[in-house]
């Protein structure tokens, strides 16, 4: 059982490329979303999924793009990268049920830096 | 504006000693308060969950207290180990559960032996 797993762990890319995160998780979460934490700050939330086929904005989209085509898999798509988006990326998942406590289970991150 | 705010904002401890972290919060209403434990390089783990009815739950060495009155929380730490240096993130969960969790910023705590 991996859990959450995350790739790359680092990534550099120049202002203006794109590029995927990868996040799947083995545990059948229905509930998947994508953080960033930086310095001083809080996680943000920037897209989160209840489902395949569903997903939606959370506090910080801007920038990018996510779709949940199965229920493991929720990769994360800077559409032209900008400095602003240097950042430490977290995917985590949990079920999904109103009423309930659900723990997010975090993976380890891809810290990226945009130059 | 933050809906969550911990201190202290660091601290150093000697390994063996106790500890005390503290978390406010103005989410409301409520639902269910976490604190984590973020170690250097890692995601986040959970330690411990708490509705408004809990006024503490531990896990080991990890003590977590809930005044949901006064809109506050604590995580205690007994007998501090060398592992114990890490980020604990206090969140707080509103009527829309995961989709929009309130972070804090986090207790740092380095553990000198």
Known sequence: ?115 | KNQVEQSPQSLIILEGKNCTLQCNYTVSPFSNLRWYKQDTGRGPVSLTIMTFSENTKSNGRYTATLDADTKQSSLHITASQLSDSASYICVVSGIYGNNRLAFGKGNQVVVIP
Request: charged share 15%; with cysteine; hydrophobic share 30%.
């Open chain 1, 1 to 115: 059982n991996a859990g959450v797993t995350q790739t790359p762990k680092f990534q550099v890319l120049k202002t203006g490329q794109s590029m995927t995160l990868q996040c799947a998780q083995d545990m059948n979460h229905e509930y998947m979303s994508w953080y960033r934490q930086d310095p001083g700050m809080g996680l943000r939330l920037i897209h989160y999924s209840v489902g395949a086929g569903i997903t939606d904005q959370g506090e910080v989209p801007n920038g990018y793009n996510v779709s949940r085509s199965t229920t493991e898999d929720f990769p994360l798509r800077l559409l032209s990268a900008a400095p602003s988006q240097t950042s430490v990326y977290f995917c985590a998942s949990s079920y999904y049920k109103t009423g309930t406590n659900s723990p997010l289970h975090f993976g380890n991150g891809t810290r990226l830096t945009v130059t």
